[in-house]
């Protein structure tokens, strides 16, 4: 008869003859593990950007490997000279490019025909050395950016005519867009080349609704859009040059213009004749006078530092000149670009001056065909901002 392991005594021999059996390579795994690890290998290398050094934090470095490197690749065939071996550098180089218009101060015509040996450029009071240059005839990107607020008709009347002046000079390739500001910017209508779809946007612009003018803010927005769009961009601000309740201030938008490449502003003082009237009849304050001062003073320096220009009109007569003007001045233009001896990127803004000479050097002489010297005017940005190693 079988013996069944159901007795005391024999059942807890059973047991601790199995988990003696059992914990032997346990314990042996767990002696092994007590022993202290060997001192790690000095690591002098500093651990890559992106994570704390150690593994405990929320974005952790991966841990080296041990293994035994591959060897190293063998070195690649090079055609540097022998003193240089196997030698290579990839330097960032970078390249500014400047558009310059070179037009007769007496009608605005441009100066065409002029060599890359007429232009001298310098950065910060440095010459520096032209290393391409082209003269471009090109279609126009641009925002009509209107004020349309409530105040004097006249300053409404002078700006549809002013808008409609510039958009019936447009060719089938240009492309424009118009924006109008009160308290608000509004987007009357997107870019687009079909002149009836800008006329009948302009004739939308009847009843204004607020009488601030948040010029500031307006040009701000319009910037900010037209940095999403390649190429050469242009600006043409019109309206009576006054910030009435504008969240950014005048250095701010002095400081987005500089900041943003590859857009002229052109401006139009609206106004001119009503302010003449104000005043002959002594009913403009002297503060409001210095208002228009002011707001004239900010127009110009807008279309300055861009290389745009600026312009006051007095009658309604003069506006297709001017427009004429502007759409000579930016189908038109010579494009200088060099590699700036300031190699630095470090986001400082950058003073330029662009000259026009003859072969020996000397200002250039521009004459009529009776020889006639004519004074001309050397239009360019003064100045760009340096990228930064982040950008």
């Known amino acids: 008869m079988t013996t069944m392991l159901t007795t005391g005594p024999l059942r807890r021999i059973f047991l601790a003859i199995l988990l003696s059996t059992l914990a032997a390579p346990l314990v042996a795994y767990a002696q092994q593990s007590a022993t202290p690890p060997p001192p790690p290998t000095q690591d002098t290398q500093t651990p890559e950007a992106g994570g704390p050094g150690g593994d405990t934090g929320a974005i952790a470095l991966p841990k080296k490997s041990t293994e035994a490197k591959a060897p190293p690749p063998a070195a690649p065939k090079v055609t540097n000279p022998p003193e240089l071996g ?112 800008v006329a009948n946007a302009l004739n939308t612009l009847t009843v204004p609704m607020f009488s601030d003018r ?118 038109n233009a010579y494009v200088l670009s060099y590699s700036p001896t300031n190699a630095k990127m470090d986001g400082t803004y950058r003073k330029l001056k662009v000259e026009v000479v003859d072969k020996d050097g000397k200002p250039l002489r521009v004459e009529d065909e009776k020889h006639k010297p004519l004074k001309y005017e050397v239009v360019a940005r003064d100045g760009y901002k340096a990228k930064q190693t982040v950008e």
């Open 86 to 197: 196997n030698y290579s550098i990839r330097v960032d180089v970078p390249l500014v490019n400047v558009d310059v218009g070179v037009v007769l101060e007496k009608n605005r015509q441009f100066v065409g025909n002029l060599q890359q040996e007429n232009f001298r450029v310098f950065e910060d009071g440095v010459e520096q050395k032209i290393t391409d240059f082209q003269q471009v005839k090109q279609p126009i990107t641009a925002v009509m950016l209107l004020e349309f607020a409530s105040t004097n008709y006249q300053f409404i009347y002078d700006m549809r005519n002013a808008a409609s002046a510039f958009f019936q000079q447009l060719k089938p390739n240009d492309y424009i867009a118009v924006m109008t500001y009160d308290l608000h910017t509004h987007i009357v209508t997107d870019f687009t080349n079909d002149k009836r779809r």
């Open 214 to 331: 948040n010029m500031f803010d307006a040009l701000y927005e319009a910037l900010d859009r037209l940095t999403l769009i390649d190429g050469r961009k242009y600006i043409i601000l019109i309206g009576s040059g006054r910030d009435t309740f504008s969240k950014v201030n005048l250095d701010k938008i002095l400081k987005k213009i500089k900041a943003t490449p590859n857009v002229t502003i052109f401006t139009v003082s609206t106004g001119q004749m009503a302010r003449e009237m104000a005043e002959a009849r002594g009913g403009m304050s002297g503060s409001r006078s210095m208002d228009y001062l002011q707001a004239d003073n900010e127009m110009r320096t807008f279309a300055q530092m861009t290389g745009g220009q600026w312009f006051n009109p007095m009658f309604q007569g003069a506006l297709p000149e001017i427009f004429h003007d502007i759409n000579d001045s930016i189908r």
